[in-house]
């Protein structure tokens, strides 16, 4: 295989959103990588909350930062130029090439000449950027490519693989049913222009025997012209971090017995939950979401996550009790621990004077940690390193100790910073995201209750684990995908 040769930039849209787009994309920028070019993910625009910091302290989407995991490089902005974290079903806060510029209704958004910048101009010109250094580009759609009505304004689909001169592969989920129709209309509705850069499709998610499947493949083929290439069956034993919230409704919502039962709040507006990914993994734990208060009181570690709307989700955990509830099993032992938005509950007060957040100016927190919060238009994006490991930092506020209490911080940062407080052993808030994927971290929350942990049951590499994932899930998918003609495609001068 000549790995120098240049490939064609390779689109994975979809025929709706959840089929699977993300996660296919990673698997192909480790298979490149594997087989010796050099990918790089892209994403022109992205709507998500859980977002991530670049080594230059700038915001991406969570997936873009996970598939250049799975390619072996750091992540750039340029690989997520646009992305919108909703902050109510109406209005997104607009973060371009990794700095919020403001917030949008998403009407206002959607509609073409109501902005001063020319967003279609700034995600080709990332893109442009990014093509230049790393062979090929693995690009990913937006929800389906099907949607017609907002075709013209579109900057993610189609008009995007035109822009690259990509060959784009239509990924369908067979497990929601509906598979032939979702993927031929997906095709039938382009234009004839948009049709013919459509080279191949893939279904994914396949449950059961797959010979069952082989005519269906061929009537595929055959009303649509063009090939399968693959038929990807469901998994169940790789894991590689979700970026979409649907992902929650398949976590674990009660305690277990016999293990370290951590209780991460579920929160309305809850934000950069893959914070929790490597704790879920840890075999001396069994980690849970609920906002149940008798399921708080069976937890031995409770975890107040980040949010994107830091009163509004304080207000609710008020108003159903598991404000109580929290303090009332840090009095009777548990831990309690912040991050973020979390952190910034557990001080004495949140205030927002300038209405960042929305309409709330003040609230009480929960009176946990000697600090007070200041919402402020600033956001601060960093990736940082502490005596613990390295996470990141994605956090508007800015939190300071009350008059008399005393210096206590959690975490000390290699530039010679000071983040988050400590209490004791079981009380501690930290803007730090990423604090729970650094074993000696874990190990230091875990060291309270020792006594529950089995003496066999080792710490947990989490990104051995991940290294590993990656290298699952591109052999999973080489398996059932039809390389030799993949590459045929991305190399034909037709």
Request: glycine share 8%; net charge negative; proline share 5%.
């Amino acid at each position: 295989m000549n790995t120098h040769q240049r490939l064609h930039p390779v689109m994975f849209a979809g025929t709706g959103s959840d089929v699977g787009k993300s996660v296919v994309a990673a698997a192909f920028c480790r298979i490149f990588k594997q087989d010796g070019y050099s990918p790089a993910p892209f994403k022109a625009q992205n709507m998500a909350l859980n977002s991530f910091a670049t080594p230059e302290g700038y915001e991406i989407g969570r997936a873009q930062a996970v598939q250049a995991e799975a390619a072996g490089i750091p992540c750039h902005t340029d690989m997520n130029p646009l992305l919108l974290k909703p902050q109510s079903d109406h209005t997104s806060q607009v973060i371009l090439h990794g700095k919020p510029i403001g917030n949008k209704n998403a009407y206002d958004y959607w509609r073409r000449g109501t902005s001063d910048i020319d967003y279609r101009r700034e995600v080709c010109d990332a893109f442009d950027r990014l093509a230049s250094r790393f062979n090929p580009i693995v690009m990913e759609g937006a929800g389906s490519i099907s949607e017609i009505n907002l075709k013209d304004t579109d900057l993610v689909n189609l008009p995007m693989a035109r822009h690259a001169h990509a060959d784009v592969i239509l990924v369908g989920d067979i497990d929601r049913g509906g598979v032939f129709a979702s993927v031929y209309g997906s095709i039938a509705l382009q234009s004839p222009e948009d049709r013919n850069l459509i080279k191949g499709i893939i279904i994914n998610k396949f449950r059961g025997d797959m010979r069952l499947f082989d005519e269906g493949r061929k009537m595929l083929e055959d009303i649509c012209g063009i090939p399968v290439l693959g038929v990807i069956p469901y998994y169940k034993d790789i894991y590689i971090e979700e970026e979409d919230s649907v992902a929650l409704a398949q976590k674990s919502m009660q305690a277990e017995r016999g293990k370290v039962n951590v209780a991460v709040i579920m929160l309305r507006h809850l934000s950069n939950y893959t914070d929790f990914d490597a704790l879920e993994r840890d075999p001396r734990v069994h980690l849970f979401y609920t906002n149940n208060t008798e399921d708080i009181k069976k937890a031995d570690i409770i975890i107040l996550p980040g949010t994107k709307s830091t009163l509004h989700d304080l207000y609710e955990l008020r108003r159903n009790g598991c404000a109580q509830a929290i303090v009332r099993a840090r009095r009777e032992g548990a831990t309690v621990m912040g991050i973020c938005g979390g952190y910034q509950m557990m001080g004495m007060e949140v205030l927002d004077p300038d209405h960042v957040e929305g309409d709330i100016e003040r609230l009480p927190g929960l009176g946990l940690l000697p600090m007070t919060t200041t919402m402020n238009g600033d956001k601060q994006t960093r990736q940082v390193t502490c005596q613990y490991g390295q996470g990141y930092e994605i956090h508007q506020g800015e939190t300071h100790p009350v008059d008399n209490a005393n210096p206590s911080p959690l975490l000390h940062l290699d530039d010679g910073r000071e983040d988050g407080y400590l209490v004791d052993g079981k009380c501690m808030g930290t803007y730090v995201h990423g604090i729970l994927d650094n074993a000696p971290f874990v190990d230091f929350l875990l060291e309270p209750f020792r006594s529950k942990i089995n003496e066999g049951d080792k710490p947990f590499d989490y990104a051995a684990f991940k290294e590993e994932q990656y290298d699952k899930l591109a052999a999973h998918v080489r398996q059932y995908v039809d390389m030799n003609l993949i590459y045929k495609i991305l190399t034909d001068h037709d």
